[in-house]
């Protein structure tokens, strides 16, 4: 005879019904695969035994919710919890929450502070569970417990951490905390951690992530451990830690230096490029023109993207007539939209010449909507996102997303994954006209390089807002401390003027040339792939002979 899959029994559950479910588990005799026993003397609760363990359940028309086992939970214990439950339902908590808090309290899983001691009883339940209480969000905080938890202690040092850091970083510093590998130990106490468990976790992250990415999150991992048990060791437990054992948790990874200059007439060839060649794949939207205009903006000023694509349209102001610099604007940076060092950010001030300022002008006449920022995005009035910027490179290298790594979720009514979309087929432009894979940060070392050579290195640095050591050199290649948002003294406007002017118009002669080159080229590989009659196909004009002519 076949064994049974399943057997459900409704009987008013007793304590020896406990004990022989508790059997059965530990024993599989029954003639069942699983059996389940409703308990008629409180609605909705059930008992399921199965060959390994016995599990208390709250049946509830839209969901499951699952208790203990009957080691943990005694009967009269698994009655109340799922009387409160229905009566939680009625409130709108949220039920599975609002079960895991009530086993949290009754079993005594934590070790809880003084201050909780008398006060934890199935009468503060609701509160405690109603993360919206007082009482529940202590709760949420870890105020109850002894000593901190690893998501305790993340919460706590993040408080500390984040005010000290510019307001633009702080969602990028907590992202690499709360990444969700490090789920696995968030319930653990600090003082029970050991290097196995944070093993287990780097090893889980390189899996998914770039070794950069896993290496950050677990430096800062060291130092928040390290935070806590310099300042807070009794919170976290770690009194009777001798020293700091986290220190062993590394990643084998090495930094590389970035050397790479591109040449003027590769920035200049990658611009034209970018703009002549908007559509980049069959059935995909045009390129922005908000986009190419961040990139022609980017080589030609040299500023770094994130603070460049936080320009405003009402943060260019005329020069002083002092400065003698007709036709100019100075753009303008605030200390909290630069990127800063250990001392912080600093006020920046840029002079863009009238030639500059002409092709901003073209640019954003291509533009569809005024917005107050100068680089906006395609579909809002939100400013350009560097990924965008990012994007635009990746792709006039042919470089793409491949959708078929990962489909998109199954719809409902529809198991099973969707097919993968058929790939875009790009053309490769960097190597099709000789153009040697760089980034937009490079541009700084190629503009540092440039005006050296010019003997302007001062000017470099402060057209980069870089803050130099007082080193012995002529005053005209030295910045000051840049300590001022307008263009006085210390900005050294004039001096950032000419080294503007000198590389604004280097960058532009080339882009002239570079576009009759690419328009030449382009015509002669459109000539190659269209054979004239009597031509050999795939054989240049000059390979014929006096009997094919």
């Known amino acids: ?11 008013k559950l007793t304590a020896l019904d406990v004990d022989r479910a508790r059997f059965h588990s530990q024993n ?4 069942a695969r699983v059996i389940e026993w409703a308990d008629t003397e409180c609605s909705g609760l059930a008992l399921r035994i199965t060959k390994r363990e016995a599990t208390w359940l709250i049946r509830r028309r839209d969901s499951t919710i699952r208790i203990g086992t009957c080691n943990e939970i005694s009967l009269p214990l698994a009655r109340e919890i799922a009387k409160k439950t229905r009566d939680a339902a009625k409130r709108g908590r949220n039920l599975k929450t609002f079960v895991e808090r009530l086993v949290a309290l009754s079993t005594n899983q934590y070790e809880y502070t003084d201050s909780w001691k008398e006060k934890i009883d199935l009468e503060f339940a609701d509160a405690i569970a109603d993360e919206g209480s007082p009482l529940g969000r202590r709760w ?7 000593t901190w938890s690893w998501l305790n202690l993340t919460d706590r040092f ?4 984040l005010p000290k850091l510019k307001r633009s970083y702080r969602p990028e510093y907590a992202h690499y905390l709360r990444l969700p590998e490090f789920a696995a130990i968030a319930n653990v106490l600090v003082k029970d951690l050991d290097i196995y468990d944070l093993e287990g976790v780097r090893d889980r992250m390189l899996k998914k992530y770039a070794r950069s990415t896993v290496s950050r999150a677990v430096r800062q991992g060291r130092e928040m451990l390290t ?8 919170d976290a437990g770690l009194k009777d830690c001798p020293f700091e054992w986290w220190t062993r948790w590394r990643v084998e990874y090495k930094h590389q230096v970035r050397t790479r200059r591109p040449t003027i007439e590769e920035l200049a060839r990658t ?3 970018a703009d002549e060649f908007r559509n980049l794949a069959e059935g995909e939207h045009e390129t922005y023109p908000g986009t190419v205009c961040a990139l022609w903006m980017a080589v030609l000023t040299g500023q770094r993207t994130g603070s460049l694509l936080q320009m405003r349209q009402n943060r260019l102001f005329d020069p002083d007539r002092n400065l003698k610099l007709r036709g100019w604007k100075i753009a303008n940076w605030s200390s909290e939209e630069m990127k800063g060092g250990r001392d912080g950010g600093r006020p920046h001030s840029l002079p863009l010449p009238p030639r500059l300022l002409r092709t901003l002008a073209r640019f954003q006449a291509q533009q569809p909507r005024k917005s107050e920022w100068m680089f906006s995005a395609k579909r809002s009035q939100d400013r350009l996102t560097q990924s965008a910027l990012n994007l635009l490179m990746y792709r006039l290298q042919g470089r793409a997303y491949d ?3 990962k489909n998109k979720p199954a ?4 198991p099973g994954p969707k097919p993968a979309p058929k790939a875009k087929v790009r053309r490769n432009l960097f190597a099709e006209f000789g153009i040697k894979a760089w980034t937009l940060h490079d541009v700084r070392r190629s503009l540092t390089r440039f005006l050296d050579d010019n003997r302007l290195g001062g000017a470099a640095s402060a057209i980069l807002g870089h803050k130099l050591a007082h080193e012995k050199m002529p005053e005209e290649e030295r910045m000051a401390e840049v300590t001022e948002i307008h263009y006085n003294s210390s900005q050294r406007i004039l001096l950032k003027a000419e080294g503007m002017k000198l590389w604004v118009d280097a960058i532009l002669d080339a882009c002239e040339r570079e576009r009759f080159n690419i328009k030449k080229q382009s015509a002669r590989q459109s000539h190659l792939r269209m054979p004239s009659p009597g031509m050999v196909p795939d054989l240049p004009p000059r390979s014929r002979t006096k009997t094919q002519v």
């Open 403 to 405: 959708h078929r790594k």
């Open 411 to 414: 719809r409902p009514g529809k």
């Open 140 to 146: 949420v905080r870890g105020e109850h417990q002894a």
């Open 1 to 11: 005879m076949a064994e049974a899959q399943y057997r459900r029994v409704k009987k």
């Open 227 to 234: 935070w806590a048990w310099t300042y807070h060791i009794k």
């Open 271 to 273: 611009m034209v490029l």
């Open 158 to 161: 993040l408080e500390a951490k």
């Open 28 to 31: 599989p005799v029954a003639t």
